[in-house]
């Protein structure tokens, strides 16, 4: 899981419960920044399901190739920003920047990340372990080390937070639509389609090691389930939006409400690998 921002249905934004009975369930708050707009129409969630729903949507955004995303956030922890990203037959390449908060003595931090090849590149600014503005990580290797685990874990939860549609495909078991409907988000006609995720199938389920870990403590809290928005364009098909009500197992902070928007899909996009001589590996633990 990943990712933080806060922009519900309705034109209202999100702030997540703190109770343990789950992580969503948000109570909404009036706020000026979103640009959605409710329908009262509202389609029979038993219509599609969430396996059909993920693979058409994955379908559509790889036959684009491309698109831009901003990511938003209700805890400076996860943070906000901004990138593109290209489809291959591995997954996804990335570029982005974000502003996160590294912890309460740094404050906030601009992290740039590329992910190019399956191999993903980290510049902590000066929060960076090694002498080199950029960090090398292969989320394939295991991480021995705790400081190098918490950096690893913070590359892959950006990664995934900015192309959720993989991690949707492969969590399809786990997902329940509980709701949808029509609705215009900034001016595109969609279709809203409200998820719940079942923590415990999404444990048992998880292939990574920390991942399984970080949702099993959320289990072990007493929190049953993630709730999950995706908006999707009724032309072509392709994401606009998604909100998650993310569990705040690892990291300072609780929870957060992360928000991914999608435009300019099959338009030009720019990701490259960093400077050879300024990225170095993580420092063995």
């Known amino acids: 899981m990943t990712v933080a921002g806060a922009c519900g249905s309705n034109g209202e934004d999100y702030a997540p419960e703190t109770d343990n009975t789950g992580t969503g369930g948000a109570e909404p708050t009036t706020g000026p920044e979103t640009e959605t707009n409710g329908s009262a129409t509202s389609t029979s969630p038993g219509e599609v399901s969430p396996g059909q729903l993920f693979s058409s949507m994955t379908d559509s955004a790889r036959q684009k190739e491309t698109a831009h995303f901003t990511i938003s956030s209700s805890e400076d922890a996860f943070g906000s920003g901004e990138g593109q990203l290209r489809y291959t037959d591995q997954g996804a390449d990335l570029a ?6 590294i912890d309460e003595e740094t404050g906030n931090q601009r992290i740039e990340l590329v ?3 399956e191999i993903v590149y980290l510049n902590l600014g000066d929060a960076t372990p090694i002498d080199k503005p950029w960090v090398r990580i292969d989320p394939s290797q295991h991480q021995e080390d ?14 995934d937070s900015a192309d959720p549609t993989q991690q949707l ?4 078991d ?5 709701d949808s409907g029509d609705e215009e988000v900034d001016g595109v006609e969609t279709t809203r389609y409200d998820l719940e995720l079942d923590i415990e199938m999404l444990a048992q389920n998880a292939e990574d090691e920390l991942e399984r870990q970080r949702l099993q403590t959320a289990v072990d809290n007493g929190m049953t389930t993630i709730d999950y928005q995706v908006w999707v364009n009724k032309s072509d098909n ?11 197992i690892t990291g300072n902070f609780e929870s957060a409400v992360i928000t991914v928007d999608y435009t300019q899909w099959g338009e030009d996009v720019q990701i490259e690998e960093p400077p050879e001589d300024e990225v170095g590996e993580l420092p063995e633990g």
Not at 174 to 178: K, M
Not at 238 to 248: A, K, T, Y
């Open 96 to 101: 982005m920047t974000v502003e996160l908060e």
């Open 115 to 117: 992910a190019l090849d």
């Open 146 to 159: 705790g400081v190098n685990q918490a950096f690893a874990l913070v590359a892959q939860q950006l990664v």
């Open 169 to 172: 495909n492969q969590q399809a």
């Open 174 to 178: 786990a997902a329940q639509i509980t």
């Open 238 to 248: 392709v994401p606009v939006r998604f909100v998650i009500n993310q569990p705040g």
